[in-house]
């Protein structure tokens, strides 16, 4: 079955760095695109990236252009978030979700369970 | 960006009865293909979301025909024709017709 389990969340100071993972079973990696959804605490969701199943497009939320990047490495069955520049209002549970068609780019389908990522000074 | 709203924000159902959800949009999710761009989540408590319905209206594998999604352009309806206590958790809409997607505010359902 369809299984993503994301990793490499934590605790962290403003402005420091922190890289995601999440790996991907179950499914043909290499046919499907990928986002990152977040959840801060207690508030709804919000869009964060999108990477195409090829890695040939890129998309982000307005407010991670240029902070943000979203990589995958098909030998490793893995999606990556690289997150720069962290703020206190990043602060959220992190999901990887997988798009819901093969070899395009809509919406979610399958999530993983989540990373938490708590920017703190 | 594409502006989703909900409503009601929360809403208390008698196991039993129907409930509905508004989404509407600030853009036609119409797209040329004849499909709108519209799916439907629940996030149960505890849980990460699940997809309940896609493309506006198409029911997602397990999903209970209880659960059903209507609507075109910018108005969209999520209803449930018998809402059952395991139903309880957050309703989500969102957009992908257009990047950053964009998701509602979320529906809160509990059970009265």
């Known amino acids: 079955q369809v299984q993503l389990v994301e990793s490499g969340g934590g605790v962290v100071q403003p402005g420091t760095s922190l890289r995601l993972s999440c790996t991907a079973s179950g499914f043909p990696f290499s046919s499907y695109a990928f986002h990152w959804v977040r959840q801060a605490p207690g508030k709804g969701l919000e869009w964060v990236a999108a990477v195409s199943y090829d890695a040939t497009d890129r998309f982000f939320g307005d407010s991670m252009k240029g902070r943000f990047a979203i990589s995958r490495d098909s030998s490793k069955n893995t999606l990556y978030l690289q997150m720069n520049d962290l703020r206190v209002d990043d602060t959220a549970v992190y999901y990887c979700?997988?798009?819901?068609?093969?070899?395009?780019?809509?919406?979610?389908?399958?999530w993983g369970r989540g990373t938490l990522v708590a920017v703190s000074s | 960006d594409i502006v989703m709203n909900q409503s009601p924000l929360s809403l208390a159902v008698t196991p039993g009865e129907p409930a509905s959800i508004s989404c509407r949009s600030s853009?036609?999710?119409?797209?040329?293909?004849?499909?709108?761009?519209l799916d439907w989540y629940l996030q149960k408590p505890g849980q990460s979301p699940q997809l309940l319905i896609s493309l506006g209206s198409s029911r997602a594998s397990g999903v209970p025909d209880r659960f059903s999604g209507s609507g075109s352009g910018t108005d969209f309806m999520l209803k449930i024709s018998r809402v059952e206590a395991d139903d309880v958790g957050t309703y989500y809409c969102m957009q992908g017709l257009q990047i950053p997607r964009t998701f509602g505010q979320g529906t809160k359902l509990e059970i009265k």
């Open positions: 979700a997988r798009d819901r068609t093969a070899f395009g780019v809509a919406n979610p389908d399958f």
């Open positions: 853009q036609s999710l119409l797209h040329s293909t004849g499909y709108n761009h």
